[in-house]
């Protein structure tokens, strides 16, 4: 074979093992979730979503909120050694209680398994500025999100809501799914490229791949987790329009965050727009909550403080 005709086969197998690769990570992983959510979207009153990924059959949910609740029970444990475990009578603690036993009730309308999950919300002194909700409805705030920020109780309910809707739509599960087939992508890819003749060619250009799509991912669940949590904290009674102030306070305290395009999270100014943007979705439910037509709610305060419902 001429040098022209063994570049050209090269080049068309090195071709063949990208098409391959690419291929495989669309069928599996799925390159553009948020698309494909919204075309099985229903709709309903207040936010739409989509269906789940199916990724999540790769991952037991009982198995998942088992992990959960162990890895839950450690961090106060170890909270509690360190005198960091807010008793049951800390103001704060009481007021995270007082708004998840509004937002609670709302859950189902998102997983109407949530209905038998033992919540459970605990304060940990800490200068994070953090919160989440485990598997099963363990909810978590540090003081540092609350104390730094200052926030009023309607930004606490947009961040409850958003940590809520985590669990809801059971995104650790689908992560601990997309995992295994990242790993399976992997090994797939890197088997194909030897045969081919290319080393392990194939394996980095997919774990490389699979890496990007798997951040992609992150981006859509919490774009998807903001607008649940502004659905959720709008039926509870809780201001949705806090979320941009939220956001904005957020952005002021997070100076130097990754690119979008390289991080689990999206940029502080594209999750201000697609509240912004959700915002007709949920001021009636908001309204309708508040006993009140939508056109005479007042404005929300740019710089609000304390509690505010």
């Known amino acids: 074979m001429t040098e022209p005709c063994r570049t050209a086969a090269a080049s068309s197998a090195r071709s063949l093992l990208a098409a391959l690769i690419a ?46 609740m162990r890895q839950y029970d450690e961090l106060k444990r170890q909270a509690a050694a360190q005198r960091a475990l807010a008793p049951d009578d800390h103001p704060q603690l009481q007021r995270l209680r007082r708004i998840a036993a509004e937002l609670i009730p709302k859950a189902t309308r998102f997983n109407d398994r949530a209905s038998a999950w033992q919540w459970e919300v605990n304060l940990i002194g800490s200068r994070q500025i953090n919160a989440f909700c485990m598997p099963g409805g363990k909810i978590a705030f540090f003081t540092g999100i609350i104390d730094t920020l200052k926030l009023t109780d309607d930004e606490i309910a947009q961040v409850m809501g958003h940590e809520m809707a985590h669990a809801l739509r059971e995104h650790g599960r689908e992560r601990v799914g997309k995992s295994r087939i990242a790993q399976g992508l992997t090994l797939g890819a890197s088997v194909l490229s030897q045969i081919l003749g290319y080393g392990d060619l194939g394996g980095q250009l997919a774990s490389a791949g699979a890496q990007l799509t798997l951040l992609k991912y992150g981006r859509d669940d919490e774009t998807e987790a903001d607008a649940i949590g502004m659905d959720l904290a709008a039926r509870a009674g809780y201001d949705p329009r806090a979320g941009i102030v939220l956001w904005e306070k957020m952005a002021a305290a997070a100076r130097g965050q990754p690119p979008q395009w390289l991080s689990t999270h999206p940029s502080n100014k594209s999750r201000i727009e697609q509240i912004r943007k959700r915002l007709p979705e949920v001021m009636p439910l908001y309204a309708k909550a508040k006993g009140v037509a939508v056109d005479t709610l007042p404005p929300y305060p740019s710089k609000a403080t304390g509690s505010s419902k």
């Open 23 to 68: 291929a495989v990570v669309v069928m599996a992983i799925g390159a553009h979730p948020g698309a494909a959510r919204a075309q099985q979207a229903t709709t309903r009153d207040g936010v739409t979503v989509g269906e789940k990924s199916r990724a999540i059959g790769l991952a037991s949910s009982a198995e998942v909120e088992r992990q959960a």
